[in-house]
């Protein structure tokens, strides 16, 4: 049987290489895992899905809203690019750059920045109330109902 046959490292070179090992592995990175993904956060809605949150239809704002301010009381205000005017059916309706207000479910009070006109005059639009299938608007002392169908797209700005 042939003898096995040990080769032996000196010392010094034995320590360096274990010294260099223990350098290397302290140097190295810990590994570590990737973040795990945060939820992307819910987008803003717009002021046409707000609408429809308190049971209201976007069709009563014109297209173009730049933005808009929900604070939690109910008031609000909403921004166009600049006025805007159109005609619904028969009559004229005119929108400012900032529409203000206050919301609840199926109503709009305090309206500000809309305004219709009626025979010869301008009349501030100050309240819109769902009532089942139909949106009433008061002007003054007037109001007029409509079905929502009327209202389901945004018309849009002259």
Not at 37 to 60: D, H, K, V
Not at 119 to 132: H, P, S, Y
Request: charge should be negative; proline fraction near 11%; charged fraction near 15%.
């Amino acid at each position: 049987m042939a003898a096995s046959q040990h080769h032996h490292l000196p010392l010094p070179l034995v320590s360096a290489i274990v010294l260099c090992l223990a350098t290397l592995a302290a140097a190295a990175p810990t590994p570590t895992l990737p973040p795990s993904p945060s939820p992307e956060p819910e987008p803003e809605p717009t002021a046409y899905q707000m609408l429809e949150r308190y049971n209201l239809t976007q069709g009563i704002l014109p297209e173009g809203v730049t933005g808009y301010v929900l604070r939690p009381d109910g008031s609000f205000e909403v921004y166009l690019p600049g006025d805007c005017s159109f005609r619904a059916g028969s009559i004229q309706v005119r929108y400012s750059s900032r529409i203000a207000g206050s919301i609840r479910p199926e109503s709009i009070t305090g309206v500000e920045g809309v305004k219709v006109k009626l025979l010869l005059a301008w009349v501030q639009v100050t309240q819109v109330d769902r009532d089942g299938d139909q949106l009433r608007f008061s002007a003054g002392p007037i109001s007029k109902s409509f079905p929502v169908e009327t209202f389901a797209h945004s018309p849009q700005c002259s």
